[in-house]
Nanobody
Framework: VQLQASGGGLVQAGDSLRLACAAS????????IGWFRQTPGKEREFVAA????????VYADSIKGRFTVSRDNSKNMVSLQMPNLKPEDTAVYYC??????????????????WGQGTLVTVSS
């Protein structure tokens, strides 16, 4: 499965971005799709994830209530809506696909396929 994350960019604090994760040739509905982010010198951290069947979601405490992960099965795409961005949200954002159960959706090792990432820069 080849994943492509897009939608990053340079924005100001308080602005919004919508990241998209797409795959060609594979039905993303068959996978749990997770979003992770990484800043230089830090470990990659979990952001959000959504199951393929049922659409259950899991969020990191740091962004819970602010970011929203969703699926558009007609477009074979998973989105991460990020309103009210803060400078600390600056990172490379990755989407990943796996077959994790609900309790392990936040763990990197639950994901098999990774996209190349999209850079989000939030200026203060």
């Amino acid at each position: 499965v080849q994943l492509q994350a897009s939608g990053g960019g340079l924005v100001q604090a308080g602005d919004s971005l919508r990241l998209a994760c797409a795959a060609s040739g594979y039905n993303l509905r068959n996978y749990v799709i997770g979003w992770f982010r990484q800043t230089p010198g830090k470990e990659r951290e979990f952001v959000a994830a959504i199951k393929g069947v049922g659409g259950a979601t899991v969020y990191a405490d740091s962004i819970k209530g602010r970011f929203t992960v969703s699926r558009d099965n007609s477009k074979n795409m998973v989105s991460l809506q990020m309103p009210n961005l803060k400078p600390e949200d600056t990172a490379v954002y990755y989407c990943a696909a796996g077959t994790a159960i609900l309790s392990s959706m936040s763990r990197e090792r639950s994901y098999i396929y990774w996209g190349q990432g999209t850079l989000v820069t939030v200026s203060s």
